[in-house]
């Protein structure tokens, strides 16, 4: 069935130090979707890219979509403590239904 | 004005309760779904329920039924509660479908003991 598979797990950083996840579908997607969610919170939309090649920008995170449209990534420069949580990846399955990432959840290092 | 709102936010029980769980959305949206996220933070999609139409993950045990009122609500009714049925569980509703933002519910956290 489709995938959507998202690395890395975990990732911890120094604060100020830059931080990246990665997606990657099995499948050609007519959009991705970027979610944040902190810590004991749900998860919260960041945005969608659409086209292929696509690059949005929101303060310092960065969002790029692959010319194929099956990959996708967020870098946030120089993290802060409110950067902390994971960011989940998510493209459109079968149905009604999005296909979700496993997250990557970033941790900042004291 | 809470747009997806659940109750409760968090529910303590004993194995082999039925328990249920309320969601409602103010959001005028066609689309509902019930996600179920373990404690490695995995988002699995238990429901979505659009137009009347309900399309189940077939991995989910017939145990966890939705039960949609109306539009604006999906309720998840949990019979004969197990210990691996603890998780967080969160409502979410969307516009579009699965091409639209999700927005979520709070979440309510399932202990079963």
């Known amino acids: 069935g489709q995938q959507v598979m998202q690395i890395p797990q975990y990732q911890h950083v120094q604060e100020g130090e830059d931080f990246t996840t990665y997606c990657n579908s099995s499948?050609?997607?007519?959009?991705i979707q970027w979610y944040k969610q902190r810590p004991g919170g749900h998860p919260v939309f960041l945005i969608q890219?659409?086209?292929s090649g696509e690059v949005k920008k929101q303060k310092r995170l960065t969002f790029q979509f692959g010319e194929a449209k099956k990959n996708s990534s967020l870098h946030i420069t120089a993290t802060q403590t409110t950067d902390v949580g994971t960011y989940f990846c998510?493209?459109?399955?079968?149905?009604?239904?999005?296909?979700w990432g496993a997250g990557t959840k970033l941790i900042i290092k004291p | 004005d809470t747009a997806v709102s659940q109750t409760p936010k968090y529910l303590v029980t004993q194995m082999g309760n039925d328990k249920s769980i309320k969601c409602e959305q103010n959001?005028?949206?066609?689309?509902m779904y019930w996600y179920k996220q373990d404690s490695k933070k995995f988002l699995k999609i238990m429901f979505s329920?659009?137009?009347?139409?309900?399309?189940i993950n077939e991995t989910v045990p017939n145990r966890f039924s939705p039960k949609s009122p109306d539009k604006a609500h999906l309720n998840l009714h949990i019979n004969s509660l197990e210990l691996g049925d603890s998780a967080v569980y969160f409502c979410?509703?969307?516009?579009?479908?699965?091409?639209?933002?999700?927005?979520f519910g709070q979440g309510t956290r399932l202990t079963v003991v």
């Open positions: 979410a509703s969307s516009q579009e479908g699965r091409v639209a933002e999700a927005f």
């Open positions: 959001l005028g949206h066609d689309t």
């Open positions: 329920y659009n137009n009347k139409e309900l399309i």
């Open positions: 499948t050609t997607l007519s959009n």
């Open positions: 890219l659409v086209k």
């Open positions: 998510a493209g459109p399955g079968s149905n009604y239904q999005l296909i």
